[in-house]
Nanobody, 125 residues
Framework: QVQLVESGGGLVQAGGSLRLSCAAS????????MGWFRQAPGKEREFVAGIISGGGRTRYADSVKGRFTISRDNAKNTVYLQMNSLKPEDTAVYYC??????????????????WGQGTQVTVSS
């Protein structure tokens, strides 16, 4: 079992930046692939970014490619999402998720085994 806690969300003006963190607990954290999802009110939860267990390969949704960067520090049991050039359409609750497969990065919710509680990101125009 893995427990995930997101932090770093807040209110930011369009064009600004935020860095989200996801702190994990559990002995097997380093074996998991990690992903970030987001969900706006009334919309489906969508894949944003993912990273394999070793951190050497990443995947991004087209909507955030070139603006967001996912990374991880396994020594700190933490995964990050650096968000630059934020747009109002990025407004959502952002969730951290863990996939026990480790070397695959899924884009579907069903691919992930554990989820955090989410952190709110609001981008004003």
């Amino acid at each position: 079992q893995v427990q995930l806690v997101e932090s770093g969300g807040g209110l930011v003006q369009a064009g600004g930046s935020l860095r989200l963190s996801c702190a994990a607990s559990g002995r097997t954290f380093t074996n998991y692939a990690m992903g970030w999802f987001r969900q706006a009110p009334g919309k489906e939860r969508e894949f944003v970014a993912g990273i394999i267990s070793g951190g050497g390969r990443t995947r991004y949704a087209d909507s955030v490619k070139g603006r967001f960067t996912i990374s991880r520090d396994n020594a700190k049991n933490t995964v990050y999402l650096q968000m630059n050039s934020l747009k109002p359409e990025d407004t959502a609750v952002y969730y951290c998720a863990a996939d026990f497969r480790g070397y695959l990065i899924g884009s579907a919710r069903a691919s992930y085994d554990y989820w955090g509680q989410g952190t709110q990101v609001t981008v004003s125009s």
